[in-house]
Structures are given as C-alpha cells and as structure tokens.
C-alpha cells in the first residue's frame, strides 16, 4: 500500500523538475516560472488531510484541466475500460456491472482489480483516487462466498429499521474488504405494481416503510464516511421508478406532481436527511419526460428543495434514453448535465460521453460554473471517504465476507421476514421430534432461487452458485434425529405415512425488465403438479412461497394448510427453517397487498379493491401475541 505512494511522488517530482528544465531550456524563463508555478503537489492544500475539505476541493479543483475535470465526471464499466484508459483519460470512476466479476471470482481477485484501477488514477498528474461502485443490494452480491442478506421486499417484512442498519454495516464492511467503497444501493422504490421486475428491490408499497428503512444507509455509511468500513450509499432510482403505468420496466410514471411528491419522493427526503451520499436517477419517465434529463426534479426539487449536497449518478446508459434516438448524442449529455447529472455511468461509452461533453462546453451550451459544480460534489466525497489518504484496498476486512457473524445476523433477518398467511388448525408449527415430513417443490434445494435476481450474475441463477444453505438443508438440520425428512423436487415417492408435506415453490430468479410479468401472475404448472401430488396422497401441505413479490393463488389456497411467505431470503435458508419449527415465532408483516386476483392490479392499500391479505396482514402462532 505504501510502496505506489512512494512511487508516485517520485514520478511527480521527476515530472516537474522535467517541465522546469524544459522551461528554461526553452525560455530561460526559470525564475519566474517557479515564482508563479503551483505548489508542488506534495505540499498541496489538497494533499493535506488536517485542511477541511472544502478547501481541498477549492484547491484541486483549481488545478484542474477541463479534461481532468470531464474525466472525473465519467464512469466507465470494469470491463469495457483498461487501468492504462484511467491514467490518460483521466477517468473518475469505475463499476461493475451485475455479475461484472474479476476472473477468478474471489475476493482476492476483487481487491487485485480494484487496486490495479486505483493504481492507474494516481498514476494521473493530479493523482486523483478513482471511486469504484458495485450493486451491493443484499449484500456483496456479486461476490462468491459474501452473505446473501433478504432482498429488500423482506427486510420491508420484518419492520426492523435498526436490523436493517446493521444489515447495511456488515454489507459494507464486506464491500469494503474486496477494496470498493461505493455502493449503488438501497432502491427506495416504492412499487404499486407487482407486476414489476423490480418489486422485490423495494421495501414496501407505502413511502412510511421505505423511508423506515433508509436506516441501512446510516448503517452503509457508517458513523462518518472517514471510517474505514463505510461505504458511500446510493439512494435510488430517483424519482417514481415503482410507479409506472402497468408496471413496467423503466416505464411512464403518469401522475400529478402532488402524488409523485405523495407517495415517490418522502423515501429520498429521509435518504437525504440521514445524509446519503449519492442519488442515481431513474431509467423512468414521469408524465412522458425522462428522469435523466429532468431539470426541474433534479436541480430544483432535489438539490435546491430538498437540499441535497451529494452527487447525482445517472443510472446504465440511463442518458443514452433522453432524447429517445439509440445512441448517445449531444443533446442526451447536454440535458443530462443541465438537468443535474454530475457524475454520467456510461458503462461502454464513456470516450464518447467525454469528446461530447467537451465540445458541450467549449461552446458554452454547457457552463464551466455547471461542471465546477458537478466536479466539487464528487471530488467532496472522495475527500470524505478518505480516498486521497487511503486510496487502496483494506484487506483486513476481507475476513467479514461470508463471516459466521454476518450469516447469523442473515439467517435472523431471514427468520424475521417471513410473513405466516395461514395455518389451518394450528399445523404450523411443526414438531422437530418424531415427525415425518415430505419436502417438495422448485425452490426447496435452491440456493440461487431463494436468492434471486442479483446474485453472482446480473439475472441471478439456479443452483449452487453460491455457498449457503437451502431452506432443505435448513429443515434437515432443524429436526431432531427422531424424526425423517424424504425430499423429492417433484413430490415423488410421498404417500400417506407422511404427517406434513412442505412444497417450496414460486418463482425462478430474475431481474429488472426480464422480470416484468404483464400476464398471468400464478405458480408455474410444474409447482402446481407438485402440489397436486402431494395433496393426492393425502397429506396435509404447507406451501413455502420462495418468491419476489405476491402471486396469484386464490383458487389454490383452499387446498393448502398453511401458507408462508418467505420472500427471498438469500443464502440463510435455516432462517425459514427456524419460523416452521418454530424456533422463531413468526412476526412478519405485509409490505405490500397481496392480490386476490391478477385483474386487480395494480393493488394498493387503500385503494377500495378488496385484497386476499391487506397490507400490514400477517399472523402468529396459536397462543402468541
Ligand atoms: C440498474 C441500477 C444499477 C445499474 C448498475 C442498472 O441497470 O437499474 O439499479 O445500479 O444498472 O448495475
Ligand atoms: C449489467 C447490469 C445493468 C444492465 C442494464 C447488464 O448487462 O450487468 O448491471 O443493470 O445491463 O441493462
């Protein structure tokens, strides 16, 4: 870590002594030229960390060319960009795209790259630390190994703001020891359509949840962005993604300001009050106008308004969509960065962004005062993180990736989201101890279904992408040696010795626009068969709906004895476990209603349909509170 800081003030000096060589050569100009010429580097107000951060922006940023400063602007994809691309174009920023991994997929690897990238920014004149981000959205997903925390649909369940604060510190301290300090998350979406891909990403239908829960911020960031395991957060997607006619994907949000203010806009005034560091626009329109190139909601309402001091990001090639041509053109930069836009994720087209953008300003269809601004806001919190001082990977929290602790801490927020719908008869929960149970189902030995979309790859996947254990596996270990657990995924070989049958079903892995669901809204046939069977044999059925937001299962809930909902819980499948034996009383609640028919969608809370489960809805056991 100290060796590349030796060597880049050596490299700095050599350079400058070279120019003041080549200067006097050429003009024997020596005494003024040291007279006027900056401060070396090395002594540079900007360098010093006991100066406030304003006055080290001030400072840097007057040394900065306009391609340092449209460089710093740029955010470019790991692997569309070249750690020699960094040093000469003077980039910014660097992600990872879903699934967007180092080869091979280890935390090791992570940091090599991530140390590689910063290596090649500090290599620039200036020395300026690139920032990293990743989608850490339930924990370091992209990671093999890291803890898979619930998608943010159960951590809404379980109404646990400070459980969902220390969610977001071990995620950060996981991020943190694969090197990479931001973090493009939490989604404060709040979805009105479960026809959504996306409705999983979002704590709840109601702003009061998600605005609850931007606790985890707090928690990502930490006591201050200074502190070696915090992470910049990123509110997102900024402003009314959930809201769009027919739920889909990056679609129109149609409504009046009001309601947009109403339902949409009070999770990122909480985001903003608990000081989150980024916000990334939305792919989405409102009332026909695209997010990105939105000045009025961008500048006036939440920089001006609502006071925010930290950046914007636009999201994947979000600007590219502006002026609704394919390809990114001058109007799309021009809007996105006169409507606010400071930092652009131009994951491919980042040379293009900067020669447009460039040109942008030179001819003055872009004020330098406007690009000043956007360069001061990220420059501040490179400041805050403590880039300048320390740019590199801090390997020694590398060993809270997948620790005991952040599983345990996991398989509580997995046990504490589950949401009991219903247990005729008081069948659930089961008996540990002489008991002889039938597990069945899709999603019952499924460590990459109950994960989800946003798990090693972008899409998610199916299997054992990841180490964890499955809501099986956790069953198996639940029950006393008294008792046989027999599993077949499609409920073969059951019959009527067995007292319970658990079919875990419901939804294969998916994410954003791929998992959009404008049709039917039910259980595939093969879970339906599944159930079929066991049902056949006479045995009562408990269904585990492993699944990223409330299906379509009126007609079938009368034939089932119990019904959970266990969202997807990620890699800590024992916590679903502990709420069947009843290890964990089941305290979960509805973040959002559950439809009684697909025609009744969207439903919400309060809004005259008359749902299978209302919003809030979720029961207890037989004798508790
Ligand atoms: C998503 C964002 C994500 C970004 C980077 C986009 O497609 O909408 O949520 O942060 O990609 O992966
Ligand atoms: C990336 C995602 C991104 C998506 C946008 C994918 O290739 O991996 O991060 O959100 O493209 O379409």
């Not at 359509?193 to 609850?212: C, I, K, M, Q, V």
């Not at 658990?502 to 294969?508: D, I, K, L, S, T």
């Amino acid at each position: 870590m100290r060796t590349p800081r030796r060597f880049r003030f050596r490299r700095t000096t050599r350079m400058l002594l070279g120019g003041l060589t080549a200067a006097a050569l050429v003009a024997g100009l020596i005494v003024t030229l040291s007279a006027s010429a900056p401060t070396p580097q090395a002594a540079a107000t900007y360098r010093d960390p006991h100066q406030p951060v304003e006055a080290r922006v001030a400072d840097l940023l007057g040394r900065m060319s306009l391609d340092d400063k449209l460089g710093q602007l740029t955010q470019a994809e790991r692997a569309s960009v070249n750690p020699a691309d960094l040093t000469s174009y003077r980039i910014g920023s660097v992600l990872s795209g879903g699934g967007s991994a180092p080869t091979p997929n280890t935390p090791t690897a992570w940091a090599d790259m991530y140390d590689r990238f910063q290596g090649a920014a500090l290599a620039t004149p200036l020395g300026i630390p690139m920032i990293y981000g990743v989608d850490a959205v339930h924990g370091h997903n992209n990671v093999v190994g890291a803890t898979i925390f619930p998608h943010n649909i159960g951590l809404g369940a379980t109404g646990n703001p400070e459980l969902v604060e220390r969610i977001g510190r071990a995620t950060a301290a996981e991020v943190r020891g694969t090197g990479i300090p931001w973090n493009f998350a939490p989604c404060l979406c709040v979805a009105r359509n479960d026809r959504w891909g996306r409705t999983y990403e979002s704590f709840g239908e109601h702003p009061d949840l998600p605005s609850a829960m931007t606790s985890v911020i707090s928690g990502m960031q930490g006591p201050s962005l200074a502190d070696p395991g915090a992470v910049l957060a990123t509110a997102k997607h900024y402003v009314g993604d959930g809201g769009t006619v027919g739920g889909v994907d990056q679609g129109d949000t149609r409504l009046s300001e009001a309601e947009l203010r109403r339902i949409h806009l009070p999770p990122f005034r909480a985001a903003i009050e608990r000081g989150v560091g980024s916000i990334m626009i939305s792919f989405n329109s409102w009332n026909g106008t695209k997010l990105h190139g939105h000045r009025h909601l961008v500048t006036d309402v939440l920089k001006t308004e609502l006071g925010f001091t930290g950046f914007v990001v636009s999201d994947w090639n979000g600007i590219d969509q502006i002026d609704g041509v394919p390809g990114l053109s001058a109007a799309d930069v021009r809007q996105a960065v006169n409507a606010g836009v400071d930092m652009a994720m131009v994951p491919t087209e980042w040379r293009r962004f900067i020669d447009l953008l460039r040109v942008e300003v030179r001819a003055g269809r872009v004020t330098t005062a406007r690009i000043d601004d956007a360069v001061r806001r990220i420059l501040t919190k490179k400041f805050e993180l403590g880039l300048f001082e320390r740019p590199y990977a801090d390997r020694s929290y590398a060993a809270t990736i997948g620790s005991a602790g952040h599983r345990a801490l996991a398989r509580q927020a997995v046990a504490e989201s589950q949401v009991l719908l219903k247990n005729a008869d008081g069948i659930l929960p089961l008996d540990p101890a002489n008991n002889l149970i039938f597990v069945a189902g899709t999603n019952a030995d499924d460590i990459g279904h109950q994960s989800g979309g946003w798990t090693i790859s972008w899409q998610g996947g199916s299997g054992a992408i990841t180490p964890g254990t499955s809501v099986l596996a956790g069953i198996r270990a639940a029950v006393d040696p008294s008792s046989t657990v027999t599993y077949d995924p499609a409920g073969h070989g059951v019959d009527s010795s067995y007292r319970v049958a658990v079919a875990v079903v419901g939804e294969g892995p998916y994410a954003e626009g791929a998992g959009d669901r404008p049709g039917a809204m039910g259980l595939s046939g093969t879970d339906l068969a599944t159930i079929d069977r066991l049902r056949a044999a006479g045995v009562p059925v408990v269904v585990v709906l492993v699944s990223g937001r409330p299906l379509d299962i009126a007609g079938q809930l009368p034939d089932w004895q119990a019904l959970l909902a266990a969202w997807l819980p990620g890699t800590e499948g024992d916590g679903v476990a502990d709420v069947l034996f009843g290890a964990h009383q089941p305290t979960g609640r509805l973040p959002v209603t559950w439809l009684a028919s697909a025609s009744q969608l969207p439903i919400n809370d309060g809004d005259g349909q008359t749902p299978l489960f209302p919003y809030g809805f979720g029961l207890s056991y037989p004798g508790q509170p």
